[in-house]
């Protein structure tokens, strides 16, 4: 079982429906991060976040520490989102730097 | 901020030949990932530096690759020699570290292709 678990893996969508993407861990962490990176082959971190919810335009990102989940959450989604959305989570204090990455989840908007 | 710049983009070699993958950081930050993407086995974590040191190279896959950071705005990672299994995109990521474990504004570059035929 892998440390970060994405869901789902493919999610195509309208464009205008909004998205969820799941992402559950096993670890400890300090942080978790969400990536996105587009057919060009780039990767832009997207939030990094350690506990509640953070907002970046139509981009929103909320974690439960408890429950060791977060999701992203995207608005009014575009065909521009199409891209592969990664979730990395940064282990705790006691694991240093190593960034444990989901999957990825393959999003794509059709308009 | 130019933002983490690696070069080359791309990189075609024949097998055996060594290969040379450079990174620059953006300044201020202090600790500096190598990352390795296939389609097989996703992101992993090669080696990463704090403060120019390296700190956990669990990841590198064998003796073939080896990483440098001769100064803060500088890191290499070479693969001698190489092999078609090599193939895959290697990106490198600066963040900032306030304490060696907590990591912030992580950045990656735009990665580099590299083909082994």
């Known amino acids: 079982k892998n440390e970060v678990e994405q869901s789902p893996q493919n999610l195509t969508a309208q464009e205008g429906e909004f998205i969820t993407i799941n992402c559950s861990y096993s670890?400890?962490?300090?942080?978790l991060h969400w990536l996105q990176q587009h057919p060009g082959g780039g990767i832009v971190s997207l939030f990094m976040?350690?506990?509640g919810k953070k907002k970046h335009g139509r981009l929103i990102a909320t974690i439960n520490i408890q429950e060791k989940h977060s999701s992203l959450h995207i608005t009014a989604s575009h065909p521009r989102d199409s891209a592969v959305y990664i979730c990395?989570?940064?282990?705790?204090?006691?694991?240093?730097?190593?960034?444990?990455f989901g999957e990825g989840t393959q999003l794509t908007v059709n308009p | 901020d130019a933002g983490v710049i690696q070069s080359p983009r791309h990189e075609v070699t024949e097998m055996g030949q060594e290969v040379t993958l450079r990174c620059k950081p953006i300044?201020?930050?202090?600790?500096l990932f190598w990352y390795r993407q296939t389609m097989m086995r996703g992101l992993e974590l090669l080696i990463y530096?704090?403060?120019?040191?390296?700190?956990?190279d669990s990841g590198m896959p064998e003796d073939r690759f080896s990483a440098k950071m001769p100064n803060a705005s500088f890191s290499t990672l070479k693969i001698q020699p190489s092999e078609p299994r090599d193939s895959a995109v290697y990106f490198c990521?600066?963040?900032?570290?306030?304490?060696?474990?907590?990591?912030?504004?992580?950045?990656f570059g735009s990665g580099t292709r590299l083909t082994v035929v």
């Open positions: 990521a600066s963040s900032l570290s306030l304490d060696g474990h907590s990591n912030y504004g992580y950045t």
């Open positions: 670890v400890g962490i300090s942080a």
């Open positions: 976040l350690s506990s």
């Open positions: 990395a989570a940064l282990p705790g204090e006691t694991s240093g730097s190593r960034l444990t």
């Open positions: 300044s201020g930050h202090n600790s």
């Open positions: 530096f704090n403060n120019n040191v390296p700190i956990d």
